[in-house]
């Protein structure tokens, strides 16, 4: 008899901040926060780049990954909606990198990529 393979780990994102990966991380990049509670995903995006704000919410799939709608504030006053199928991973450090498969109600589809950062200093 050979033993049963382990479950893989799944990362769990609640209360984990994460960076938006861009090709010029000194133009700066949107930041934010996930929260978790049971099967419900959300997260706020916080300015960064040409992002003002953001809010996310979604449904955690057992599989760990999960399907999500967004809507984004550009700084140019443009409104960004959609929805994604994000799959979160650990990278060769143990930090939770999400890759985020998107489609914007625009019709634009790809794919994009936060990493996890530090908790930011937010000033009270």
Known sequence: MTAAAPEPLVPDVDGVWFRLEVD??????????????????WAEFYAGGSL??????????????????????????????????????FDAQGNILITD??????????ASRIRQIPAPVREA
Do not use: K, M
Not at 24 to 41: K, M, S, T, W
Not at 67 to 86: F, K, N, P, Q, R
């Open 24 to 41: 010029d991380p000194a133009a700066g990049a949107p930041y934010g926060q996930y929260h978790r509670e049971d099967d419900v995903v």
């Open 52 to 89: 003002r704000s953001g809010r996310l919410v979604g449904n955690l799939r057992p599989d760990g990954t999960f399907d999500a709608a967004y809507c984004l504030l550009s700084t140019a006053g443009e409104l960004i909606a959609g929805e994604c199928h994000s799959v979160p991973e």
């Open 101 to 110: 498969h998107f489609r914007r109600s625009d019709g634009t589809t790809g």
